[in-house]
């Protein structure tokens, strides 16, 4: 594979050696010290502060001091202070750091009770000429399901700059629900026991997701950029509700809601709101000098119409027409929002900045996928056997196949529900020149490589997508065996014009090094979340360039 841009020697170590890859790579320690059990972070930077972040088991209200320094020893100190926290914050402690240097790199630690803490590594964001930048794209950390070996080896990945998170990096089900089997032959059983609901469950389980040693390793390591999607709160939610909320049961939803982000707001490295605008409202635009602008959106909580289910029509659709019917009534219906006003106008404002700074990338942090994506005929094409004729087919196997048949958008959860939003915005970032976008994109535990185009064809930019970092790919999931999955695989790379690649056998990361003229998306994948024992390896590479027609993928 060859780019346009020159390959300097750090982006040759982004590559890893085929001999790295292949070492079997010990975890990071997790934090030893008995008051700061969950390991610091920092996150949320601009160009001149960054949030920094920790947790203290401790009993009553105390005072938390903090260093910010420009060296590891810490001889020199840039920055201190204190911060007072107790049970009504749940001990976390939250400074931000200001008055900092662009592009500064420093050290931190926090110091309490005669205890210090772990000492993180964290930057601010350049400004002025930048040459390169190297972004790690990570989603869907289910406890639950495995170790966060992925997470360990961005901590040691040397092109790294920044760790963009696009959600799902907790998981509401309980301790007897999804990944439930894996949790107890590994000993990672989701605390508390119950499907989430209270400010307590939340705090539990953000509490017990940052023990993990690999993400302590990360979270250090390097400074966090993130949005939410839906499983920090509960499963698919829109603006009036959720699929894994039942009033009847659980509560009001508002209240959940208000518990969910109250309790993510504590536990992440993450900026309070501004004037005006409220934590539900939680997106953000990072610059990155004069090199790409990274906008991220919220999807869940602030403008998102309710999800079409398709159950109600699994006996009523007997024909193509009938299917189109219902995309184009229902699904394609006007009005069916997915951003906010507010943040369309946000991406509006950072499209026009990022123009008129004449950087040359455009990214946009994308909780769930966006690329038009069909269900091939499965059973037609020979990849599963028709469920009619089994005796007891699986959920998975029926849906797959229901979906195949008539042509159907695999997930109406994903930006393929939303088709009169998606134009929308594609019509924006048109209107703005931004018609190159790159879409970083979480939540469906497969990566991706795709080419992207509105409903007249014309390009939209590409999306890369991650896989889960611990969560397992659908088809896996879903008990298809590997060849079995992997076949689908390629009948959806084939069947759907937008998909250049995908690959649902894996976990792992999405490494993203952008140069001025080009840029590489290289698909890291660990070989096991089950041990703390891993090896890691790039299983695609592709090279992202400008052509006459939009931004080409090239791998």
């Given at each position: 594979?060859?780019?346009?841009?020159?390959?300097?020697?750090?982006?040759?170590?982004?590559?890893?050696s085929?001999?790295?890859?292949?070492a079997v790579?010990p975890r990071?320690?997790?934090?030893t010290s008995?008051?700061?059990?969950?390991?610091?972070?920092?996150g949320?930077?601009?160009?001149?502060?960054?949030?920094?972040?920790?947790?203290?088991?401790?009993?009553?209200?105390?005072?938390?001091?903090?260093?910010?320094?420009?060296?590891?020893?810490?001889?020199r100190?840039?920055?201190?202070?204190?911060?007072?926290?107790?049970?009504?914050?749940?001990?976390?402690?939250?400074?931000?750091?200001?008055?900092?240097?662009?592009?500064g790199?420093?050290?931190?630690?926090?110091r309490?009770m005669?205890a210090?803490?772990?000492?993180?590594?964290?930057?601010?964001?350049?400004?002025?000429?930048?040459?390169?930048?190297?972004i790690?794209l990570?989603?869907?950390?289910?406890?639950?399901?495995?170790?966060?070996?992925?997470?360990?080896?961005?901590?040691?990945?040397?092109a790294?700059?920044?760790?963009?998170?696009?959600?799902d990096?907790?998981y509401?089900?309980?301790?007897?629900?999804?990944?439930?089997?894996?949790?107890k032959?590994?000993?990672?059983?989701?605390?508390?026991a119950?499907?989430?609901v209270?400010l307590?469950?939340y705090?539990?389980?953000?509490?017990?997701?940052?023990?993990?040693?690999?993400?302590?390793?990360?979270?250090a390591?390097?400074?966090?950029l993130?949005?939410?999607?839906?499983?920090?709160s509960?499963?698919?939610?829109?603006?009036g509700?959720a699929?894994?909320?039942?009033?009847?049961?659980?509560g009001d939803?508002?209240?959940?809601?208000?518990?969910?982000?109250r309790?993510y707001?504590?536990?992440?490295?993450?900026?309070?709101?501004?004037?005006?605008?409220?934590?539900?409202?939680?997106?953000?635009?990072y610059?990155f000098?004069?090199?790409?602008?990274?906008?991220?959106?919220?999807?869940?909580?602030?403008?998102r119409?309710?999800?079409?289910?398709?159950?109600?029509?699994?006996?009523?659709?007997?024909?193509h027409?009938d299917?189109?019917?219902?995309?184009r009534?229902?699904?394609g219906?006007?009005?069916?929002m997915?951003?906010a006003?507010?943040?369309?106008?946000d991406?509006?404002a950072?499209?026009?900045?990022?123009?008129?700074?004449?950087?040359?990338?455009?990214?946009?942090?994308?909780?769930?996928?966006?690329?038009?994506?069909?269900?091939?005929?499965?059973?037609s094409?020979?990849?599963?056997?028709d469920?009619?004729?089994?005796?007891?087919?699986?959920f998975?196997?029926?849906?797959?196949?229901?979906k195949?048949?008539?042509?159907?958008?695999?997930?109406?959860d994903?930006w393929?529900g939303?088709?009169?939003?998606?134009?929308?915005?594609?019509?924006?970032?048109?209107?703005?020149?931004?018609?190159?976008?790159?879409?970083?994109?979480?939540?469906?535990?497969?990566?991706?490589?795709?080419?992207?185009?509105?409903?007249a064809?014309?390009?939209a930019?590409?999306?890369?997508?991650?896989?889960?970092?611990?969560?397992p790919?659908?088809?896996i999931?879903?008990?298809?065996?590997p060849?079995t999955?992997?076949?689908?695989?390629?009948?959806?790379?084939?069947?759907?014009?937008?998909?250049?690649?995908t690959?649902?056998l894996?976990?792992?990361?999405?490494?993203?090094?952008l140069?001025?003229?080009?840029?590489i998306?290289?698909?890291?994948?660990?070989?096991?979340?089950?041990?703390?024992r891993?090896?890691?390896?790039?299983?695609?590479?592709?090279?992202i360039t400008?052509?006459?027609?939009?931004?080409?993928?090239?791998?």
């Amino acid at each position: 594979m060859t780019t346009n841009f020159t390959i300097t020697r750090r982006t040759t170590l982004a590559g890893i050696s085929a001999a790295a890859a292949a070492a079997v790579l010990p975890r990071a320690a997790s934090a030893t010290s008995s008051l700061f059990q969950h390991g610091v972070a920092s996150g949320d930077p601009d160009a001149t502060s960054v949030v920094l972040w920790t947790r203290v088991n401790a009993a009553a209200p105390l005072a938390v001091e903090w260093e910010l320094a420009a060296d590891s020893k810490f001889a020199r100190i840039v920055q201190r202070g204190v911060v007072q926290t107790g049970p009504d914050r749940d001990f976390t402690v939250k400074a931000l750091a200001e008055g900092l240097t662009p592009g500064g790199r420093y050290y931190y630690r926090f110091r309490a009770m005669g205890a210090l803490s772990p000492v993180g590594r964290t930057r601010t964001l350049p400004v002025g000429k930048l040459e390169q930048l190297g972004i790690a794209l990570a989603s869907c950390s289910n406890f639950a399901f495995g170790f966060f070996n992925a997470y360990d080896a961005i901590a040691r990945d040397p092109a790294i700059d920044f760790v963009l998170h696009t959600g799902d990096y907790i998981y509401e089900y309980g301790a007897d629900s999804w990944g439930g089997d894996v949790a107890k032959r590994i000993g990672r059983v989701h605390q508390p026991a119950n499907e989430i609901v209270s400010l307590y469950d939340y705090r539990t389980r953000h509490a017990q997701y940052k023990t993990d040693a690999g993400s302590q390793a990360m979270l250090a390591a390097k400074p966090l950029l993130a949005c939410w999607d839906d499983h920090e709160s509960a499963n698919n939610p829109w603006v009036g509700g959720a699929q894994n909320h039942q009033p009847d049961k659980e509560g009001d939803w508002a209240a959940r809601r208000e518990a969910s982000i109250r309790a993510y707001f504590e536990w992440m490295p993450v900026r309070e709101p501004g004037a005006g605008r409220s934590r539900m409202q939680f997106w953000r635009t990072y610059v990155f000098g004069d090199l790409a602008t990274l906008s991220t959106l919220e999807t869940r909580h602030s403008g998102r119409a309710e999800q079409i289910d398709y159950m109600p029509f699994s006996k009523t659709i007997a024909s193509h027409a009938d299917a189109l019917a219902m995309e184009r009534d229902l699904i394609g219906a006007p009005g069916r929002m997915m951003l906010a006003p507010e943040l369309e106008a946000d991406l509006g404002a950072a499209w026009t900045r990022s123009k008129e700074l004449g950087q040359p990338w455009r990214l946009i942090g994308n909780p769930m996928p966006i690329a038009r994506t069909r269900v091939p005929d499965v059973v037609s094409l020979g990849l599963i056997p028709d469920p009619a004729g089994q005796d007891k087919p699986s959920f998975a196997a029926q849906a797959l196949a229901w979906k195949g048949k008539w042509n159907l958008p695999l997930s109406p959860d994903t930006w393929d529900g939303y088709e009169w939003a998606r134009e929308r915005l594609y019509a924006q970032a048109r209107a703005a020149g931004a018609d190159d976008l790159v879409f970083l994109t979480g939540d469906s535990h497969s990566f991706w490589a795709n080419r992207l185009a509105d409903a007249a064809g014309r390009s939209a930019g590409i999306e890369l997508g991650t896989a889960g970092i611990s969560s397992p790919g659908d088809f896996i999931e879903s008990g298809f065996d590997p060849v079995t999955a992997g076949k689908l695989d390629a009948a959806f790379a084939e069947h759907n014009p937008e998909v250049v690649w995908t690959d649902n056998l894996h976990q792992g990361y999405v490494r993203l090094v952008l140069g001025r003229t080009g840029a590489i998306a290289s698909f890291v994948a660990v070989n096991t979340v089950l041990s703390t024992r891993y090896r890691s390896q790039v299983i695609r590479r592709f090279g992202i360039t400008r052509g006459a027609g939009g931004l080409e993928l090239n791998g």
